[in-house]
């Protein structure tokens, strides 16, 4: 299984932006290479869902809420996920998870929490 550390969750006004960040401090380059990784969050009462997933070849998805608003990023030297987020809306008000899939073994971050709020 891969640690995960996510930071960068905060409180923001509708309109603003927040970048988050998911460190995988204890994987070796390979592993972390060659893991998918992903962003989901569970908002209160609600299951969790998908935000942006990576696929196999690179291409990533985004959930119809965020697309155009949500940019997924990693930089594998850094061992680094980012989901930078703007024009945040209350409705993106969630608890926030790093996830990683290496060939089918997950790993879950313990999340950062967004509250967007005026």
């Known amino acids: 299984q891969m640690y995960l550390v996510e930071s960068g969750g905060g409180l923001v006004q509708p309109g603003g932006s927040l970048r988050l960040s998911c460190r995988a401090p204890?994987?070796?380059?390979?592993?972390?290479?060659?893991?998918?990784m992903g962003w989901y969050r569970q908002a209160p009462g609600k299951q969790r869902e998908s935000v942006a997933t990576e696929r196999v070849g690179g291409s990533t998805n985004y959930s119809d809420s965020v697309k155009g608003r949500f940019t997924f990023s990693r930089d594998n030297a850094k061992r680094t996920v980012y989901l930078q987020m703007n024009s945040l809306k209350p409705e993106d008000t969630a608890v926030y998870y790093c996830?990683?899939?290496?060939?089918?073994?997950?790993?879950w971050g313990k999340g950062t929490q967004v509250t967007v709020s005026s």
């Open positions: 996830n990683s899939n290496y060939f089918g073994a997950l790993s």
């Open positions: 204890r994987s070796i380059l390979s592993t972390f290479t060659g893991a998918l």
